[in-house]
């Protein structure tokens, strides 16, 4: 009978969380044994591709193919493959392909699946990985209309770089991308969305490396989910001459059928028809789901399960533990369970998924030495955000929307038509969140006077006066 192999440190996920985790273990305790468990024969590697401010980085991704991540991690042994079970009393695990192995320290980087619109159609695509969304761009090819619906980070950019097609786009809210921006800036967006001449130069320089890798594993297994500038290496082009955009806000997908229904306008026959809660009626050619996501748990053999959130995730201390003893989580998979900073809060974003994998795989070296854990970081301190809607620099600080404070806030704005949105959000005199579109080199600025919560009741609208260099003020 083979032995059981145990590691010192098992991984599941190759995603950017997953990563990161590993590469602190490797930092701190080189000669460890690390097993990682991918379900792509690709992993994510984040790296910063630009660094605003001391704290404010914009991220760049790099798809690296799992023997070239080997090669640079020779203590790391990575099996294409997902969790199927976990036994932590035995501190075992099990695989789909049927191998076990054992561990001191396990950490859950499984990241999280896409919520599809609840319809059985084989006409709906989910938009959430790698190779979803390279499925995309074929199906594009032959298209002339697509249903897009959802309203988050994945849809806003999809329909900005979605080219020669119509588009319908189907969103709850009152105004898009509605978890990042305010509706001001949501218009100010929307009125640059025709400036064809902003594609992405920002970003044209990133491409993913790849090698080829042979795998055994089922095809149906879900790849890296995307990341910032995901579209980079796509042509996402239909078949028309041209695009047109069509937004049906507050409404959702009620059907979607194979007949044409009656009350649908115009004589043009559809592979699919799209009904809405408001009453209206579209054909297409399919719809392109990108709701948001779930985090992804896998099972629990013995004892009690996960502790898990309100929103599903698995509930993590301070130290990125969960309930279970040496099981800890970071990443989509995962949801804060202690008394957070003020000034930060927890969504499911890559920028927040690299330092959560940084400080998880950190504790757990940590544990295993019986070490006290290492203080949080910065990154728990105050919320950034750095990613791109509709071909501008969009940074996001702190309560950016007036998060946790009860609607008793005061905005400032400064908007320069196709250049610049800038959003301060204040309250009792001092800054707590800001929003900024654009190039406006003022992102350091905005940082330091949330941080340190000066009193700038007396410099009014003078914060955001374009003929003023605020930084004199601070000096």
């Known amino acids: 009978m083979e032995q059981l192999k145990i590691f010192d440190f098992v991984v599941v996920g190759g995603g950017i969380a997953g990563i990161s985790a590993i590469e602190q273990i490797c930092l701190r305790l080189p000669q460890s044994s690390v097993l990682l468990l991918s379900a792509s024969a690709f992993v994510r590697v984040a790296t910063t591709r630009l660094k605003l401010t001391t704290h404010i980085e914009e991220l760049q991704i790099q798809e690296e193919a799992v023997n070239d991540f080997h090669r640079r991690y020779p203590n790391v042994t990575v099996v294409i493959t997902k969790v199927d079970k976990i036994?932590?009393?035995?501190?075992?695990?099990?695989?789909?392909?049927?191998?076990?192995?054992?561990?001191?320290?396990?950490c859950i980087c499984s990241g999280s699946v896409p919520k599809l619109v609840d319809l059985e159609s084989p006409f709906i695509?989910?938009?959430?990985?790698?190779?979803?969304?390279?499925?995309?761009?074929?199906?594009?090819?032959?298209?002339?209309?697509?249903?897009?619906?959802?309203?988050g980070g994945i849809a806003t950019e999809l329909i900005y770089e979605l080219k020669n097609i119509d588009v319908i786009w189907v969103i709850r809210d009152k105004y898009i991308a509605s978890a990042f921006v305010?509706?001001?800036?949501?218009?100010?967006?929307?009125n640059c969305a025709d400036d064809t001449d902003k594609t992405s130069q920002h970003a044209k320089s990133l491409r993913y490396t790849t090698s080829h890798v042979s795998s055994d594993v089922e095809k149906d297994i879900p790849g890296c989910a995307l990341g910032p500038n995901w579209h980079v290496s796509l042509e996402l082009t239909g078949a028309l001459e041209k695009k047109n955009v069509s937004i049906e806000y507050q409404t959702f997908?009620?059907?979607?059928?194979?007949?044409?229904?009656?009350?649908?306008?115009?004589t043009e026959e559809w592979p699919v028809y799209v009904t809405l809660n408001n009453g209206k009626v579209f054909g297409c050619d399919f719809v392109i789901s990108a709701t948001g996501v779930s985090p992804s748990i896998p099972d629990i053999e013995e004892g009690k399960p996960f502790a898990v959130g309100r929103d599903g995730g698995i509930l993590v201390n301070?130290?990125?533990e969960s309930s279970i003893q040496d099981i800890y989580a970071a990443g989509d998979v995962c949801t804060v369970n202690w008394d957070v900073a003020f000034h930060w809060f927890q969504m499911r974003l890559w920028s927040q998924a690299r330092p959560m994998g940084s400080y998880a795989g950190l504790c757990m070296a940590a544990s295993l030495l019986k070490e006290a854990p290492p203080l949080l970081d910065f990154s728990f301190e105050l919320f950034t955000h750095v990613t791109r809607f509709f071909g501008f620099r969009v940074v996001l600080l702190g309560l950016f929307n007036?998060?946790?404070?009860?609607?008793?806030?005061?905005?400032?704005?400064?908007?320069?038509?196709?250049?610049?949105?800038l959003k301060l959000v204040v309250q009792d005199g001092?800054?707590?969140g800001a929003v900024l579109i654009g190039d406006t080199e003022m992102e350091e600025t905005f940082e330091n006077l949330i941080l340190n919560q000066l009193d700038i009741s007396?410099?009014?609208?003078?914060l955001l006066n374009p003929d003023i260099d605020i930084d004199d003020y601070f000096d």
């Open 430 to 432: 001092k800054l707590h």
């Open 253 to 266: 997908i009620k059907d979607v059928n194979v007949t044409k229904p009656a009350s649908c306008p115009g």
């Open 125 to 151: 695509v989910g938009l959430r990985d790698t190779d979803s969304a390279a499925d995309l761009k074929m199906k594009l090819a032959k298209s002339k209309r697509v249903c897009v619906l959802g309203n």
């Open 182 to 190: 305010d509706g001001g800036a949501a218009e100010f967006l929307m």
């Open 87 to 106: 036994y932590p009393i035995l501190h075992i695990i099990k695989d789909s392909l049927g191998e076990t192995y054992g561990y001191r320290k396990i």
């Open 318 to 320: 301070q130290s990125m």
């Open 402 to 421: 007036g998060q946790k404070l009860g609607g008793k806030y005061e905005a400032l704005v400064r908007v320069t038509k196709g250049v610049e949105y």
């Open 458 to 462: 007396r410099y009014g609208e003078n």
